[in-house]
């Protein structure tokens, strides 16, 4: 059973890249990706820095875009997952 995380893996992430840490933004999610029973050396994972949403009190968010490696298309319910906000 996964442990419970009151953080989101976007505001994880997110954090990291604050705190210069985005050298280990790749493993956790690779970590994410085994917590549902997925292949992690099957995607490629990118990660977009934006602006963060009028009001949510952060300056930058970071996107996580996850691509198959077999050009397959990627379940869009993992790519909503991965960066589900709350």
Known sequence: ???FNPYTLQMQITRMF????????????HDWLKERNEDPAAY??????????PGSG????????????????VDPWLQEQVNQHA
Do not use: C, N, W, Y
Request: glycine share 4%; proline share 10%.
């Open 44 to 53: 490629e994972v990118l990660f977009h820095q934006k602006p963060a949403p």
């Open 18 to 29: 604050e705190q210069g840490q985005s050298l280990f933004a790749t493993m956790k999610v």
């Open 1 to 3: 059973m996964p442990r």
């Open 58 to 73: 952060e300056v930058m968010v970071v996107e996580i875009e996850l691509r198959r490696k077999d050009g397959q298309p």
